[in-house]
Every structure is written in structure tokens, then in C-alpha cells.
């Protein structure tokens, strides 16, 4: 056991820590943008600030626990919770060897541990004792379970062209500009069902059924509050973020860019950031819609053509590999 | 590190999930008893596969898990159709086939 | 002790812990979330004998799917019953005679054969060698596995649907 | 044409199966009736030009033609084989067997006019698959393909000799043909398995080259022919199994003339000529064909000389003829049976089908009811008297070289015996045949008299025709229609052909020449004991210098005998009743009382060990669980302790 391995991890966790934090700010200012509104402005310069506030905030909150709670669960869950949602980085390499662990399994490794996202997420909405939260969390399995298989699919469709699970083997494939959004029809559709499952598995705008202001109140962590309500929001963001890094590793070529080698990690996150941006731009856009028209779409529409893709994508390769 | 303590420790995993299964009151009980049972068999299977240099039995871990998968939506299925029929998920209550 | 060994000791450890607490649990809800725990620890010892593909298959499969169909089916029962279902154990005695007789036997059992303790050299990417037995030697039980699946799937669709 | 003979021999068996499968499967075809007739007739047709067509190809040729697909795949090698084995003996066969359904099936047109469509198109549907069984088991190349053809051609029969099913009589032939020849199937079947398990193959052409390089086990041989030689004596009604064939002529006559004379009958001394290289190991068994052959030859024709049914008459005497047919290859030479086969198969094709013109124009089968029809029906009355003569063994007709060649084989084949009693045999045909020819076509007739009270009183004797036709007048009797009349004229051709080709220049196929030099006075006593026959019939029955009375008391007791058809009915019967039965009763008893008995106090236990034991089960997974987990605790202690 060598110290980088210990300092990787410690490096990596609080990069992504620090950069969740100002990605809420991000989104705030994005969506006042679109709102014709400023967003936060008065802590620090621009409202650079505004993130460690909020944070302050919420850590000098009272922590309230509801009497009927399954206490032990309703502790655990904020955690049980981010933990996958942080575990997803270790397997992204931000730049060539620059990565906690490189597996040869990368790429299954980031979709296990997302999909351990649900078991905290069910107990925060079973521990809570509260009907909304539970109904939320139900709606929340349901999703993801429905959206998980769409996900796998299309994110198997560039692990088919690049032939390795690793990631960086991956992102290796793309180099020299040939990302995979670029390959012909099987790129794009596979881009756009990923970021489809994407917006579900995260549980986003369209798909944010299971926080539905107007019939759950906030949704599973309707009950919680300071510093465990802190945790699931940066669990959340990490989660996005994380998806942002793979789909832009998958799709877009990772680090790839002009300019020095150095500046492969800064494209990387820029790449990254710009999915983050189409995310919320989708979030500030779309309206929701009901139940049942998610579960058709996912198993009725995408199941059926990632499916497809990826029976075209095998063929695409063997015949580009049999001449 | 030999193949001793993962035996060992499968032959626990399977005495608890046993034990699980014969005592449990509650059909959802025996099934994660069941579970328990089947996940020591696949430790037995993966360490026996590295052990022996062989791949088979990691293949058939593969197959043991999606059998399992499948065996227990089919099991929960069951229990919920009990459920409806009976009203009780206690295993003590549901004895049609005596003889 | 090496880092290997210990990893598997507090692995084993957690293992039993969780799997005593999924069977002896008062609480289902709590006994599952055990079971979780349990398999997430199987998924280690995957790690611990290199067989990442399978610890990953572990978690998204056994973890994500199983637990989530428990979990639902604690909820849709519960709901129908309207109480919380509490989980009490009977023949514990006996139960626990019987296993505790076989835990015995097995253990002793392993412990007096000469067993490997060298592991072999697998190939490096055990991923890409299962993947190949899976597609050539093994390929009919994979298509039965596939028919399986498929019977089972319309099983649990026919077994569950609503009453008519 | 240089056509290979065993396609041509496939393409003509195949033909009456693909019209046999066509009337079975379509239904409405079938019940057209007469297109469906036409359509058996024209397959018939198209096999019998096949089989013409096999016979040139084959030629002088003696190398068999074997087409064989794999049946039943065994280890190794395959366990049984279908397909053809083409060689002279079954080409000429197969011609015989085609041209008779043929010409059966043409006459059967005119003969079965006043049947209805659907029972027409049945007729022809068993036509046609008898004739596939037939020639299926002419050409079947190992002795299990023989024995399916073999049951199938049995099965063919009981259908047809039971064609009018409604009429009791014909229902009870039917079942009891079925039944006698099985008895010899049994045996049959016995022998074929006896014999693969002592040579490990049913192919002839394997064993037949097992039996010349001598590597054939001897030991247990003699059983082996023997069950073989039990099938065939089934098959060709010899004593004790001759009961069957006369009475099998309930079914329709031209049914008669092709099964029960021309082709099934000898399928029987087909099977024997086929396997007579094996027989020729057991000279003990070829002695009993010979004198069972002899003997049933004999008793035939002493009952034939006391039947009034004509159709009886020339039951009998295919009967005898069959003894001997086998007589002579009990002698050691099939080659004369087998000739005789063929020249016998024209022949009595030729007398049934002329006796079914009689009966058709007559409407009866009584020869007493007959007489002087000679002047109505010109054309009959000749050809019929052409078969006579063949039949009688007279030269320049069908069957005499042939009866010759028999008697010669007997004599050379060392059995003075047999011989003797088969020239006494050609006395008594030629006698009998006469007996019928004078009472029915000459003499005064009784025909206008007899017709009104026949009709009244008798049952019909051939079904619907007689209820159906106009009562038979004398001034309605005359020659039989076209379609009747032409294979009349076929069969009288090629048995006036056939006789004198044999008489003047020799045996007419190659492979029949002469393998004893017979010696001189044998032809001419043979044909003046026919003639001695012939004139003694004359004198009784036409010249009436002979009182039949007076003949038939100096035979009296002989005759009682005959009348009873020597009691060989009865014994059957005998046996069937006391023996059978009473240890059926005894069996019965046995089984319904003691192992009954002891089966239901062991299930009675069994219901109260039930009820007690079930408690055990308690329907709860878990226990039973818990009782594995128990088992499989004990089972592991005790693979640790022992």
C-alpha cells in the first residue's frame, strides 16, 4: 500500500466536494440567466461565495429527528446515501494515469455503484415514517430500476467500439478527435438515449416525479434538515457530476483537446461542465411529466431501441473488423 | 491467503442462511434466508474457480446470480399472489399441501 | 498479516455480523438492508479472489435488483396488511442445533483436508476469459439461462398482475 | 432402355402407395368412387409397366440390384434397412403380383358396378395398398422389411375378405383368417428374431452370403426354419392352418382371385424359395415341408371333390395346389415351386375370375343351381376351360410342365412317398375340376327353375349385388362386360402362351431349367393320370354312365369325412373350447382370486400405512427443510464414521 493510494482518493474527494459546491452555484446562476433574473449576488464578489454560506447554514441548523423515525435508519441513510454517489469517481481517470483506480471493469464498476444509490435513498424514505417520502422513494426505485437497463445499454455502445470495460482504454479509443458523438448515426442516438437515462437516473427534470413540489413536498428528504439535508443535496450534485465526467468521457473524448498535455484535465471538466449545463438546461426547460408515460418511455421506447442500437453497434464492429 | 478461510467462511454464510430459512415466521424471511444460502455458494464457487486456475466457476457464479435474480422475482411474485389469496405472509399458515 | 489478510478477516467478520442480523432481525426492513450489507461484502471477497467482474455483476444484480424487489415487496404487502410486519423466529433450539451441528462438521471437515493454498495464474483479463467461456464452452446454458429468464420473467408478470 | 432395374422396381412399388395414400388422406376423392377406381387402376397401371420394365432391365442378368436406406441406426452398423432387392426371381415376381392386381382391378370394375361410390373407393384403397404390401414383401430385402409387408398384406386381406362387414358370415371369415394366419406370423416372427440373434442381421443378401462361406451357426437351425416355416405355412394354408382360405371366400371374387390364389396365399413358398439356401442346412425340416405339402395337397382335393360352392371348390384346390408348391421344395427344389407359383398364379387368377363371371351372371355360387352354361356364356365357358386344363396338367396349357417339374422333383429328390400321393393329388384335380366344369357349363340346366325360390329363401352369397340386380333369368344370362371379359382373355392368353412355350421348346424362364433329369415315363403317367381324372368326371357327370350316388357310397366313409372337412374345424374348435377355455377359467381364477387377493391386502396395508404416515406431513416448507437439513447432517456423520 503506497501513500498515493491514500492521497488519491483524499485529493480526488475533496475536488469533487469543493467543485459540487460551486456547481450549485453554477445552476443558480444559470437558471436566473434563463429567468432574466442576476441569481445570487450580494456574498462575495458575484456571489462567489454564496456556496460556503449556504454550507455554513445548513451545518448550523438544528437537527431534527421525527419521533416515529426508525432513528438508526433515518441516521444512516444521508450517508449510505452519498457514499456510491462519491464511490463513482474513484474508477474516472481525469487524465492519462491520473485517477484513483484505473479497474479493468471501469465502466461496470461506475454503474454497480450508482445503481447502491437506491438502498440509501429507500432508507432515508422508509426511515423518515413519513407518507410522502416513502411514496417518493417508491417512485424513485421504480424509475431507477426501469431506466438502469437503457443506461447500461447505451453506455455499452462506445465500450463496444472502443472493445475494453477500462475507461481510459476508452478514452484512448477516441483520441485524435474521433469522439464517439461523432461516429456516424450510432454515436448520436447513443448520446442522446444516455443522456435520456441520464436525466432519469439522476431523477431530473422531466423525470423528477419522485420530488414533485406540488404532490410530495420535497420528496424523500422531506424530513430532514441541516446537515444531513446537506449531505443528500451534495450526494445528488455528485451523482450529476459524475454522470456529466462519463458521458463526457464516453461520448467526448475525454481529455482530449487542443493545447498541451496539461490541459487534458481542464477539458476534460470543461466537456463535463457542459453536459452539467445541458442538464440543467433541460431542468429549467421541460415540464414534468406523469408516472406512467416515464415507465412507457423507458420500457417501451428506450429498452426496445438501445437495444437495437447495440445489436447494430456488435454488427457495425465485427463487419468493421471482419475484412 | 489459501482456499481454508473462504471455505470456512462459505460453510458460516450457509449455516446462518439454514438457520434463517428453518426458523423464519415470515415467507420474506425464508427468502432472504435463501439468499444468504445461495451467495455462500457462490464465494464456494469463486474461490474454488481461483484456486483450481479454472474459469468455469466464475462463469457459473454468473449463471447463479442471474438465477437467482430470476428465482427471486418469481418467489416474491409467489408471495405477493399468497398474500392477496391468504392475507398472511407467515410461512405457518400456509400448509395446503399437508397430507 | 498482509493487507490481503486483513481485508479478508473484517470482510468475514462483516459478513457473518450482517448475515446473524438478517436472520435473527426483529425488523424485516432492518433485515434486509443486512442482507444488502451482506452482499455488498460478498462483493469484497469477489475482489479479494480477482474476480472483479463478478463483484461488479454482485453489486449491480444482487444489490441493486434483489434488494430493491424485497424492499418492494415489504412495502406492497405491508400496505395490504396495514400493520408493520414484525419477524419473529420459532424452533430457534432446534434450529440453531441442527446448524450449528453441520457448521461444525463442514468446518472441521475443510480444515483436515490438504487444500491449495497457491493461487494458479489466471489469465489477465479474467472479464474477457469468462466472457469467451461463456459464448463458446458454456454457450448452451447460457441460451437455457436466457430461456429461463424469459419464463421466469412472464411467471412473476402472471403471479403479480392485478386481480381481475 | 438401360434403365437400373431397382429404380424401375421403387418407382412401381411406390406407385400404388402414392395412390393408396391419395384415396386414404382425400377423403372426398375417395367417395367419388369411380374416378378413384380409375385412379387406383391407372397407378396399377403405370406399376405393372414399371415392373415389365424392371424385368427387361434386369434381363439375363443374375447380380442383384439393392437399394437400401438405413432404418433403425444401430452400433456400428445399422440395425434394419428398408428399401429393394431386385434380382430374376422377385423381378418376375413383382410382374406376376402387378399384372394380377391389374387385371383384378380392371375386372373388379365391371364386377363391382352396383356398389355405392364410397364402398367403390374403399375397395380400390385397399386395392391399392395390397398391392404396395405385396410388392413391398416381393422385394423387401431383409426379413424384417418381409415381415412388416407381411402383416400388412395379412391386414389387407382381413379387410377385403371382410369388405361386406354387414353380412356376419364375411365378418367372421375375416376375423378368422386373420387370426390362423397370426398363429403362424407368432412363429414366424420367432423365427426371424431366433435367427438375428444367431447371425446378428435380418439381410438376406448378408445372410445368404453368411450361409455359403459356412459361417452361419448350425446349432438351433432346425428351430429357426422351422417358426420361419410356421409363418409361411399360415400364409399358404397348409394343414393344420388350411381352414381359413375357404371359408375366406366370403370376400368379393376378384378379392379371391388376386390374395387368395394369385398373390398373398404364396407368399408363404415365396418366403421358403427366398430363404431355401437356408432351409437346404435342415434336410429334417424339408422333410416335413414335403410330406405336410403332400398331405395338404391330398386332403384339399378330396375336399374339393365334395364341394358344391365353386368358389369353394377353387378354394380348395389352390389349397392343394400350395402342398405342392411346397411339397416341392420340401424336395429341395424351390426353383419347381416357384415356377409352379407363377404358372398357378395366371391360371387360378384366371378360374376365380371366370367363376366370379358365373356367379355374377348366375347369382349364385351353387354349381348345382348351374348347368349347361355353356351356350349362354360362350366366351367364359372357354376360358374357363382353358384354366381347367392348365390346372389339370394337360400339355400345351399353363400348369403342365410346371406339375411336371413338382413330380419330377419328388421322384428325384428321393420322397416316393410324397410322390405317390401327389400323382393320386393329379388324378383327384383333374377329377374334381371336371366335376365342376360339366356340372356347371354342360348338362342340363337349373339355372331358370332354381332362380325364383333361390332368391326367396337362400341368403345372397355375394352381398348386395344379388339384392340388388333383377333376379338372375336364363334369358339375362350371358358373357360378363368389357371390362370383365378383357382380363379374362389376358389370363387365358398367357396361359395358353405360357403352355405351349413350356411344352414345345422348355421352361420359359431361365432360372427354372431343369436342375433333375425326371426320368421317362414320368410325363407320360402323370398326364394319363389327368386324364384318367377327366374321364372319370365325364362319365359321372355328362355321360351319366356312372351313377354319382353309387361313386360317392363306394366312397362313403371317405366322403363323410370330407363332408365334415375332416373334422379339422372342429378340432380347432375342440381345443379352443376345452383347452382354451377351461385354462382361461383356471387362470382367470387364479388371478382374480389369489394374486388379486394378495394385491389387495398388500394396497389395503398400504391405504391404512397411508393415512397413518401422513401426519408427517405437515405442508409447511420449513418443515421439510428442516428434515433435509436433519438428513443431510445425518448423511455427512455418517460419511465421517464409516
Redesign the interface.
Known amino acids: 500500500m503506497t501513500l498515493t493510494m491514500l492521497i488519491a482518493p483524499f485529493v480526488v474527494l475533496n475536488v469533487v466536494i469543493g467543485m459540487v459546491t460551486y456547481v450549485t452555484l453554477l445552476e443558480r446562476k444559470f437558471a436566473a440567466r434563463m429567468q432574466s433574473r442576476i441569481g445570487p449576488y450580494r456574498v462575495g464578489p458575484h456571489g462567489l461565495l454564496q456556496p460556503i454560506a449556504d454550507a455554513l447554514k445548513l451545518m448550523m441548523k438544528e437537527d431534527i429527528v421525527p419521533t416515529a423515525a426508525d432513528r438508526s435508519i433515518y441516521n444512516l441513510a444521508p450517508i449510505v446515501f452519498l457514499l456510491p454517489c462519491m464511490l463513482i469517481f474513484a474508477t474516472i481517470p481525469f487524465a492519462p494515469g491520473l485517477g484513483v483506480a484505473d479497474l479493468n471493469i471501469g465502466i461496470l464498476f461506475f454503474l454497480a455503484v450508482s445503481a447502491m444509490e437506491i438502498v440509501g435513498l429507500f432508507m432515508a424514505g422508509w426511515g423518515s415514517n413519513n407518507k410522502y417520502a416513502l411514496l417518493s422513494a417508491m417512485r424513485a426505485v421504480n424509475q431507477i430500476i426501469s431506466y438502469d437497463l437503457p443506461f447500461i445499454f447505451s453506455a455499452l455502445v462506445p465500450v463496444l467500439l472502443a472493445g475494453s470495460l477500462r475507461l481510459s482504454d476508452i478514452a484512448a479509443a477516441q483520441g485524435g478527435g474521433y469522439w464517439f458523438i461523432f461516429y456516424p448515426v450510432i454515436g448520436q442516438l447513443a448520446f442522446l438515449f444516455f443522456i435520456i437515462s441520464t436525466l432519469a437516473a439522476e431523477n431530473r427534470v422531466p423525470f423528477d416525479i419522485l420530488e414533485a413540489e406540488s404532490e410530495l413536498v420535497a420528496g424523500f428528504r422531506v424530513e430532514y434538515s441541516g446537515m444531513k439535508f446537506a449531505l443528500i443535496q451534495l450526494g445528488e450534485y455528485a451523482h450529476v457530476i459524475g454522470s456529466s465526467y462519463l458521458g463526457a468521457l464516453l461520448f467526448l473524448g475525454a481529455w482530449g483537446g487542443p493545447g498541451p498535455e496539461w490541459l487534458g484535465p481542464i477539458w476534460f471538466t470543461l466537456k463535463a461542465v457542459v453536459l452539467f449545463l445541458l442538464v440543467t438546461w433541460v431542468r429549467w426547460s421541460f415540464v414534468r411529466i406523469r408516472v406512467d408515460q416515464i415507465l412507457a418511455l423507458s420500457w417501451k421506447v428506450l429498452m426496445p431501441a438501445t437495444l437495437l442500437l447495440l445489436v447494430a453497434t456488435g454488427m457495425v464492429v465485427v463487419w468493421r473488423i471482419a475484412p | 491467503?489459501?482456499?481454508?478461510?473462504?471455505?470456512?467462511?462459505s460453510?458460516?454464510?450457509?449455516?446462518?442462511?439454514?438457520?434463517?430459512?428453518?426458523?423464519?415466521?415470515?415467507t420474506?424471511?425464508?427468502?432472504?434466508?435463501i439468499?444468504?444460502m445461495l451467495?455462500s455458494v457462490?464465494?464456494n464457487l469463486?474461490?474454488f474457480?481461483?484456486?483450481?486456475?479454472s474459469?468455469?466457476g466464475?462463469?457459473f457464479?454468473?449463471?447463479t446470480?442471474?438465477?437467482?435474480?430470476?428465482?427471486?422475482?418469481?418467489g416474491?411474485?409467489?408471495?405477493?399472489?399468497l398474500?392477496?389469496v391468504r392475507?398472511t405472509?407467515m410461512?405457518?399458515h400456509?400448509?395446503?399441501?399437508?397430507? | 498479516m498482509t493487507g490481503e489478510a486483513v481485508a479478508f478477516y473484517a470482510l468475514s467478520a462483516m459478513l457473518v455480523v450482517s448475515a446473524l442480523a438478517v436472520v435473527l432481525s426483529k425488523n424485516l426492513f432492518h433485515a434486509v438492508l443486512w442482507l444488502a450489507l451482506a452482499l455488498t461484502g460478498t462483493a469484497g471477497i469477489f475482489l479479494l479472489l480477482d474476480a472483479e467482474f463478478l463483484a461488479a455483476v454482485q453489486l449491480l444484480l444482487y444489490a441493486g435488483g434483489v434488494v430493491t424487489i424485497v424492499v418492494f415487496a415489504i412495502v406492497v404487502t405491508e400496505r395490504l396488511v396495514g400493520e408493520t410486519i414484525t419477524q419473529t423466529n420459532r424452533r430457534i433450539a432446534g434450529g440453531a442445533l441442527v446448524c450449528g451441528a453441520l457448521l461444525w462438521l463442514l468446518i472441521t471437515t475443510v480444515l483436515e483436508r490438504p487444500l491449495a493454498t497457491e493461487r494458479p495464474i489466471m489469465p489477465d483479463d479474467l472479464t474477457k476469459a469468462i466472457g469467451e467461456s461463456v459464448l463458446t464452452r458454456f454457450v448452451l446454458p447460457f441460451e437455457l439461462l436466457a430461456v429461463l429468464m424469459l419464463a421466469a420473467l412472464l411467471g412473476a408478470i402472471y403471479f403479480a398482475r392485478p386481480e381481475e | 432402355m438401360r434403365t437400373d432395374p431397382g429404380t424401375l422396381a421403387l418407382v412401381s412399388l411406390l406407385l400404388p402407395l402414392a395412390s393408396f395414400f391419395v384415396l386414404a388422406i382425400v377423403a372426398p376423392f375417395r367417395r367419388l368412387g369411380r374416378p378413384a377406381a380409375y385412379f387406383s387402376v391407372l397407378c396399377a397401371t403405370g406399376a405393372f409397366a414399371a415392373a415389365v420394365m424392371a424385368w427387361l432391365a434386369q434381363g439375363e442378368s443374375t447380380i442383384p440390384t439393392l437399394h437400401l436406406w438405413e432404418w433403425l441406426p444401430g452400433q456400428g452398423k445399422s440395425l434394419a434397412t428398408v428399401g429393394v432387392l431386385v434380382d430374376p426371381d422377385s423381378t418376375v415376381m413383382l410382374m406376376l403380383v402387378t399384372l394380377v392386381a391389374l387385371l383384378v382391378q380392371v375386372y373388379s370394375l365391371g364386377y363391382l358396378h352396383e356398389e355405392p361410390p364410397k364402398g367403390l373407393g374403399r375397395y380400390y384403397t385397399y386395392q391399392s395398398l395390397f398391392a404396395f404390401s405385396m410388392m413391398g414383401l416381393v422385394l423387401s430385402p431383409n426379413l424384417l422389411q418381409l415381415f412388416m409387408c407381411w402383416e400388412l398384406v395379412g391386414l389387407c386381406s382381413y379387410l377385403l375378405i371382410g369388405f361386406w362387414y354387414p353380412k356376419p358370415e364375411a365378418a367372421r371369415a375375416a376375423v378368422k383368417a386373420f387370426w390362423t394366419t397370426k398363429l403362424g406370423d407368432v412363429g414366424f416372427l420367432i423365427g426371424i428374431v431366433l435367427l438375428w440373434r444367431s447371425a446378428g442381421t435380418f439381410d438376406l443378401t448378408e445372410l445368404h452370403a453368411m450361409v455359403q462361406s459356412s459361417t452361419l451357426p448350425l446349432a438351433g437351425l432346425s428351430i429357426i426354419t422351422f417358426c420361419i416355416y410356421l409363418g409361411a405355412a399360415g400364409k399358404s394354408a397348409q394343414f393344420p392352418f388350411h381352414v381359413w382360405l375357404p371359408d375366406a371366400m366370403e370376400g368379393p371374387t376378384p378379392v379371391s382371385a388376386l390374395i387368395h390364389a394369385a398373390t398373398m396365399v404364396t407368399a408363404g413358398v415365396y418366403l421358403l424359395h427366398r430363404t431355401s439356401w437356408l432351409f437346404a442346412l435342415t434336410p429334417d425340416v424339408l422333410l416335413i415341408v414335403a410330406w405336410v405339402g403332400a398331405f395338404t395337397a391330398l386332403l384339399a382335393a378330396v375336399l374339393a371333390c365334395v364341394q358344391d360352392d365353386i368358389k369353394r371348390v377353387l378354394a380348395y384346390s389352390t389349397v392343394s395346389q400350395l402342398g405342392y408348391m411346397m411339397a416341392a421344395i420340401g424336395a429341395g427344389f424351390s426353383a419347381a415351386g416357384f415356377f409352379h407359383l407363377l404358372t398357378h398364379g395366371l391360371f387360378k387368377a384366371l378360374l376365380f375370375l371366370g367363376a366370379g363371371a358365373v356367379i355374377h351372371a348366375v347369382g349364385t355360387n351353387d354349381i348345382s343351381k348351374m348347368g349347361g352354361l355353356a351356350r349362354k356364356m360362350p366366351i367364359t365357358a372357354i376360358v374357363f376351360l382353358i384354366g381347367t386344363l392348365s390346372l389339370a396338367g394337360i400339355p400345351f396349357f399353363g400348369g403342365y410342365l410346371s406339375k411336371e417339374e413338382i413330380l419330377g422333383a419328388m421322384w428325384a429328390g428321393g420322397l416316393p412317398g410324397p410322390f405317390a400321393v401327389l400323382m393320386l393329388v393329379a388324378f383327384l384335380t383333374a377329377f374334381y375340376m371336371f366335376r365342376v366344369v360339366f356340372l356347371a357349363f354342360y348338362g342340363p340346366s337349373h339355372v331358370a327353375a332354381s332362380h325364383g325360390e333361390l332368391v326367396m329363401t337362400t341368403p345372397p352369397d355375394e352381398g348386395k349385388i344379388v339384392h340388388d340386380q333383377p333376379g338372375p333369368h336364363s334369358s339375362h344370362l350371358h358373357d360378363p362386360p368389357a371390362s370383365m371379359l378383357l382380363p379374362l382373355l389376358t389370363l387365358a392368353a398367357l396361359a395358353m402362351f405360357v403352355g405351349i412355350y413350356s411344352t414345345l421348346i422348355g421352361p420359359l424362364l431361365p432360372a427354372e431349367a431343369a436342375e433333375h433329369a425326371a426320368p421317362g415315363w414320368l410325363t407320360p403317367s402323370a398326364v394319363g393320370v389327368a386324364v384318367v381324372g377327366i374321364l372319370l368326371a365325364w362319365l359321372t357327370y355328362q355321360r351319366r354312365t356312372i351313377n354319382p350316388e353309387s361313386l360317392a357310397s363306394a366312397f362313403g366313409p371317405i366322403r363323410t369325412a370330407a363332408l365334415a372337412k375332416f373334422w379339422v374345424d372342429d378340432a380347432f374348435i375342440f381345443v379352443y373350447e376345452r383347452v382354451l377355455l377351461t385354462f382361461a377359467r383356471v387362470v382367470g381364477w387364479t388371478d382374480r382370486y389369489i394374486v388379486d387377493g394378495v394385491l389387495n391386502m398388500v394396497s389395503a396395508w398400504t391405504l391404512t400405512a397411508g393415512d397413518d404416515l401422513r401426519t408427517i406431513q405437515t405442508g409447511k416448507a420449513q418443515d421439510y427443510v428442516y428434515g433435509v437439513a436433519v438428513g443431510v447432517l445425518a448423511l455427512i456423520l455418517w460419511m465421517k464414521l464409516s
Open positions: 491467503m489459501g482456499l481454508q478461510p473462504f471455505l470456512v467462511l460453510s458460516a454464510l450457509f449455516c446462518i442462511g439454514l438457520f434463517g430459512v428453518i426458523t423464519r415466521r415470515n420474506i424471511g425464508i427468502l432472504l434466508g439468499e444468504l451467495n457462490n464465494i469463486v474461490a474457480s481461483r484456486f483450481n486456475g474459469v468455469a466464475m462463469v457464479t454468473v449463471f446470480i442471474s438465477i437467482t435474480v430470476a428465482e427471486m422475482a418469481l416474491l411474485a409467489i408471495v405477493i399472489l398474500f392477496r392475507r405472509a410461512a405457518d400456509l400448509d395446503l399441501l399437508k397430507g
